[in-house]
C-alpha cells in the first residue's frame, strides 16, 4: 500500500504518468516541465496565466523552478521497479495498485509479483513463464491443457492429449525444451553461417572499396597527367606560334627595309621628273623661238631608266621564303609530337613481323610478312619444333617482356578469325595448341558473327560483335593488361585481360580460316591490300 500511495504522490496532474523533469510553480503544485510549458502556452493568448490545481492567477508568465529533491525521489522509484517499465505485465492479484509481475502461471493463467510467488503453489501442474499477457497461447486450443511437447511430424506445439488421442497420435514427438534446443542449435548453426557470409561479404566490400579507391587513384594520377600534358602542349604551340610569327616578321622586316629605301629613291626620282616636265612645258608655251633654242636641255634618260630597271628587278624578285618557315611549324610540331610519343611512352609496333617458322603449312604468308590467310594448297614447309601442326596459326617474329605496346589488326577481308597474344612455349600440336585453349594464351575471336573472349579454355560471350574494320591490340607487360578495341567511331574498348606476365616474353598471334587478316600499326593512312592475297 506504501509503494501504491507513494505512485499517486509521484503522478503529474496533467498527463497522470510519473513526472518527468518536473517543476515547481510559485504556488508549490509540481508539473512535468512538458506538460506545464504547453498549458502555459495555451494561456498566453487570454492575458493571464493561472496554476492547473488550484487556479491560483499569475500577471505574468511564471518562471518554471526545477524541483531536485522530486526528480532524485522519481529516480529512486524508477530504479526499484525496473520491470514495470520493461515488461508492462502487473500482479493479477495486486488489485489496489498496479505491481510489476516476476512470473506467470500458466495453469492458473494468472501474474505474479514476489510476494505472491513466494505462497504460490509448487505442484507440477503450476507452471511458470516469464512474465506475459498472452497466456491463453500457452493452451491448446482443443484440450484447453497446458502446451507440453512438439510434434516432428506437423511442426507444432502440443499438449498430452493431443499426443495421446488428438491429431497428432503415433507420431514422434518431443518436449518443448528438447525441441527448442535442437532449434536453437540449428539456429545457431544457421547463424555461424550468417555470420561467415556477412564476414565474407564485408571483405568483398572492403576488397572492391579498395579496387574503386585505386581506380579513383589512378583515374586521379592520368587526369593530372593528361592536364598537365595538354598544359604542357597549349605552352609549346604558343611558343611555337611566337617563333612562327618571328620568322614571319623578320623575313618581312628584311625585305621591307630595302623595299622602303627604293622607294623613297623612286619617289625623289618622281619629283626630279616631275620638274623637268614643268620646265619642257614652260619651252614649249614660250613664243620666242631665240629662248628656245637657248634654254639649256639635258634629255636623255637611258642611262638612268637601265638602272632603275636593274633595280626593279631585283626587288621584284625577292619574297617571303614560305619553305623556310613552313620547316620551322613542321620542325616545331615534330618536336612536340615527339616530346608527347615519349611521355606516353606506347611503342606503336609498326614492325610487327609474322614469323614464318611457326606458320601452319597450310597458311599463306605475304612476301612483307603482314598478311596471313588460309591456303588449300600446302606450302611445303619443313616440320620444325617451332611450327603449329594442328591449328592454322602464326606467331610473330618480335615478342614483349616490357613497356607498354600498340598495335591494330585489319579483319576487313575475313569473318573467321582469332587474334591475342601466347608465351613461346605453347605447344605447337593437339588441343592445348589452340589459342585461348591454355594458360599460355588469351585471344578475341569472332565466329558465326558473334564475338568472344578465352583463355585457359575459359570462354566469355561478348555482348556485341566487332563493327568496324580493324582491331586495336595494347600490351601493359608491367602492368600485366592485354586490351582488346573495336576502332569503331567512338572506339569501343571490347575485353581487358588481367595476369602476371613476369614467366615469359610474349608473341602476337593470329588464327585464320579462309580469308585473309593483317597486322598493321596504327592508323594513320589507309594502307592498300593486295588484292592478289
Excluded at 493431443?162 to 545457431?188: F, I, P, Y
Excluded at 605447344?427 to 592445348?432: F, L, V, Y
Excluded at 593470329?510 to 592508323?523: A, F, N, S, T, Y
Aim: glycine letters at 4%.
Amino acid at each position: 500500500m506504501a509503494s501504491a500511495d507513494l505512485r499517486k504522490e509521484l503522478d503529474c496532474s496533467i498527463c497522470l504518468s510519473i513526472y518527468t523533469d518536473p517543476v515547481t510553480l510559485r504556488c508549490g503544485h509540481n508539473f512535468c516541465r512538458l506538460c506545464i510549458d504547453q498549458v502555459l502556452d495555451t494561456q498566453k493568448g487570454a492575458g493571464v496565466y493561472s496554476c492547473p490545481e488550484c487556479r491560483e492567477e499569475f500577471q505574468e508568465r511564471p518562471a518554471l523552478q526545477r524541483n531536485i529533491t522530486l526528480c532524485n525521489i522519481v529516480e529512486s522509484f524508477r530504479s526499484a521497479q525496473p520491470d514495470q517499465e520493461e515488461t508492462g505485465v502487473f500482479c493479477t492479484y495486486c488489485i489496489h495498485s498496479p505491481v510489476p509481475a516476476v512470473m506467470s502461471c500458466l495453469h492458473c493463467e494468472a501474474s505474479l509479483c514476489d510476494n505472491h510467488l513466494r505462497v504460490h503453489s509448487k505442484s507440477p501442474e503450476h507452471v511458470l513463464c516469464d512474465p506475459t499477457t498472452s497466456l491463453e497461447n500457452r493452451k491448446c486450443s482443443v484440450h484447453k491443457k497446458i502446451l507440453e511437447y512438439y510434434c516432428l511430424a506437423d511442426a507444432a506445439c502440443i499438449c498430452v492429449s493431443c499426443s495421446l488421442a488428438g491429431d497428432h497420435k503415433g507420431h514422434n514427438v518431443e518436449t518443448l525444451n528438447e525441441a527448442s534446443e535442437k532449434k536453437k542449435q540449428k539456429l545457431r548453426n544457421e547463424l555461424q553461417e550468417l555470420i561467415t557470409k556477412t564476414e565474407e561479404t564485408e571483405k568483398e566490400v572492403q576488397s572492391l572499396q579498395e579496387n574503386k579507391r585505386k581506380v579513383h587513384e589512378k583515374s586521379s594520377g592520368v587526369t593530372e597527367r593528361v592536364t598537365a600534358l595538354f598544359r604542357d602542349l597549349r605552352r609549346q604551340l604558343d611558343n611555337l606560334e611566337k617563333r612562327v610569327l618571328r620568322e614571319v616578321s623578320r623575313q618581312e622586316e628584311q625585305l621591307s627595309l630595302p623595299l622602303a629605301d627604293f622607294i623613297q629613291q623612286l619617289e625623289i626620282k618622281k619629283a626630279e621628273l616631275s620638274r623637268k616636265m614643268c620646265h619642257i612645258e614652260e619651252l614649249c608655251n614660250m613664243t620666242d623661238p631665240l629662248t628656245v633654242l637657248q634654254e639649256s636641255h639635258t634629255g636623255d634618260l637611258c642611262d638612268t631608266e637601265e638602272g632603275d630597271k636593274e633595280d626593279r628587278e631585283r626587288h621584284d624578285g625577292r619574297d617571303l621564303d614560305v619553305a623556310l618557315i613552313s620547316h620551322t611549324l613542321h620542325t616545331g610540331l615534330s618536336d612536340i609530337i615527339a616530346g608527347v610519343t615519349g611521355g606516353c611512352n606506347i611503342q606503336e609496333a609498326t614492325d610487327i613481323l609474322l614469323d614464318i617458322n611457326t606458320a601452319h603449312n597450310y597458311l599463306h604468308i605475304s612476301d612483307d610478312m603482314k598478311i596471313v590467310s588460309s591456303s588449300d594448297i600446302s606450302q611445303n614447309r619443313p616440320e620444325t619444333p617451332e611450327r603449329f601442326q594442328t591449328y592454322t596459326q602464326v606467331l610473330s617474329r618480335q615478342s614483349f617482356s616490357s613497356g607498354r605496346h600498340y598495335w591494330e589488326v585489319d579483319v576487313r577481308k575475313s569473318e573467321v578469325w582469332a587474334v591475342g597474344m601466347c608465351y613461346p612455349s605453347i605447344a605447337r600440336r593437339g588441343e592445348q595448341s589452340e589459342i585461348g585453349y591454355n594458360n599460355k594464351s588469351w585471344c578475341l575471336y569472332r565466329y558465326n558473327n558473334h564475338c568472344g573472349v578465352i583463355h585457359d579454355s575459359i570462354e566469355i560471350q561478348l555482348p556485341d560483335t566487332v563493327s568496324s574494320n580493324r582491331v586495336g591490340i595494347y600490351l601493359d607487360y608491367e602492368a600485366g593488361q592485354l586490351s582488346f578495341y573495336d576502332l569503331c567511331i567512338p572506339i569501343r574498348r571490347l575485353h581487358t585481360f588481367t595476369a602476371n606476365f613476369t614467366t615469359q616474353p610474349l608473341h602476337a598471334a593470329l588464327w585464320v580460316v579462309e580469308d585473309p587478316i593483317k597486322i598493321c600499326g596504327k592508323r594513320a593512312n589507309q594502307e592498300v591490300w593486295d588484292d592478289t592475297m
